[in-house]
């Protein structure tokens, strides 16, 4: 038998539309199946709470085995789980091509789409994971949804007790200007004589920057705009991602087929599609292809992506970027998102941090625990937290001036870790922005 890690890793696309995938007797054998490799092998048992998990029970079975676990004591393992990918990219050495055929994270999905088949679901996670719907249901009305989503003494209490929202977790903020419609109202002037005039480009603006962060949009379409290209916003739908956490794979479907419809004309008009979060680049990428593998559609889009820093670095390799980046007092912590990892295109937000000059960039290369509604919901976001330390505590040793992550939601996780860990004299950023929003402010850029 060949030891694994030998060769690139590879993925099957996942057999969803198969009644087998939703056999409980055939999921349970898989399980089982993986579980003992995991049992003898234990190389994940700091990666997340599921192995820990997973490894307690077979620990403390009466035989030491897995023979003596029950099938439903695995659910608690499969609920620890973020879909981060890191035991897939980084840890498994079992992963395909090897015999063993391991996907722990896709398994997991497949325990999770069984469940949801069977009216096993999550009201607040599904609820919660309707992205769409309540950025549109909170923009008319941000400043009020704002502050009972604030550490508000009143309505946390409330949301904790009715939504299952943990009145501990900073929740995002809602904004009444859209990213989409500011870059219709005010665009910025494009360079017509930078270097990379040449390159058109769509951004994606996906639904977290669309309700809850336009400034990182704006911060891109500013600083491609100073670099010359010619760049259009497009939102059709949300990616997907808070369905595919539910194991709702047929709506996860739904909305690959919706966007792409909306960004392949695009492609046909010569533009890149660039994406502005690591999920929605991931989804795009990687899961849209494993899900919907026969459609050609889905093939070429994701073949057109590339992630925002990944585009950057590219200007900056082939044309060269507009001089005039100024340093960053303090230096940067650069955390590389689980999802911007899973993308096999490289540390790109640490590259692209590292092209503005005189400024001490560190990196970190470990999952922030959030996962999404996992670290806003009342039963898993104390587990969020201890996962997220490791990251907090690296973050606080580098004592920058400035933290930034590809993934928003984790960048502000690690931040309330930070704030929790950390000592009357150690230093804690007072935000986390997208790396983007610090190229933009190193421009210069009003952002």
């Not at 951004?203 to 962060?213: D, E, G, R, S």
């Not at 930070?418 to 210069?444: F, K, N």
Request: charged share 25%; proline share 7%.
């Amino acid at each position: 038998m060949k030891e694994g890690s030998t060769e690139a890793p590879t993925r099957h696309p996942l057999a969803w539309e198969d009644p087998q995938f939703y056999d409980e007797a055939a999921l349970d054998a898989e399980l089982r199946r993986v579980f003992d490799i995991c049992h003898g092998c234990r190389r994940c048992f700091n990666l997340c709470d599921s192995f820990p998990r997973l490894f307690d029970l077979v620990d403390e079975s009466p035989t030491g085995e897995l023979d003596e676990v029950k099938s439903q004591d695995f659910k608690s393992v499969v609920d620890a789980c973020t879909l981060c990918d890191m035991c897939f990219m980084t840890k498994c050495p079992y992963v395909p091509p090897h015999e063993f055929d391991l996907d722990f994270p896709h398994l997991m999905l497949r325990y999770r789409a069984t469940e949801a088949r069977n009216g096993h679901v999550n009201v607040a996670a599904r609820e919660l994971g309707k992205t769409d719907r309540n950025g549109r249901l909170a923009q008319p009305v941000a400043a009020l949804a704002n502050i009972a989503a604030s550490h508000n003494p009143v309505t946390r209490p409330v949301m904790e007790a009715v939504a299952g929202i943990s009145a501990h977790a900073d929740l995002p903020r809602y904004h009444s200007r859209t990213f989409v419609m500011s870059a219709k109202q005010t665009p910025p002037q494009r360079d017509d004589t930078a270097p990379a005039h040449a390159r058109k480009a769509v951004l994606y603006a996906t639904c977290f920057v669309n309700y809850n962060k336009p400034r990182t949009g704006e911060a891109a379409l500013q600083v491609l705009a100073k670099n010359g290209v010619e760049t259009q916003v497009v939102y059709p739908a949300c990616c997907g991602m808070p369905f595919l956490e539910q194991g709702d794979i047929a709506k996860v479907a739904q909305q690959a087929r919706k966007v792409s419809a909306a960004l392949i004309p695009w492609i046909d008009r010569g533009y890149d599609i660039v994406t502005l979060t690591a999920s929605c680049g991931l989804m795009l990428k990687l899961e849209w292809p494993l899900i919907l593998p026969d459609d050609p559609g889905i093939k070429r889009l994701a073949e057109a992506t590339v992630d925002i820093a990944e585009y950057v670095v590219d200007i900056a390799k082939t044309e060269g970027l507009v001089p005039g980046l100024k340093p960053i007092d303090g230096g940067v912590s650069v955390h590389l998102a689980c999802h911007a990892r899973a993308q096999n295109m490289g540390p790109k937000a640490a590259e692209m941090m590292r092209l503005i000059p005189d400024t001490k960039v560190d990196v970190i290369e470990r999952c922030s625990g959030h996962g999404g509604t996992f670290g806003v919901l009342k039963g898993t976001h104390e587990v969020a937290m201890k996962v997220g330390v490791p990251v907090a505590k690296t973050a606080l040793t580098q004592a920058h001036g400035a933290l930034v992550s590809e993934c928003p939601l984790a960048g502000k996780h690690i931040l309330q870790v930070m704030r929790e860990r950390a000592s009357a004299d150690q230093r804690v950023p007072a935000e986390s922005v997208h790396p983007i929003e610090l190229l933009a402010r190193s421009y210069g850029l009003d952002v």
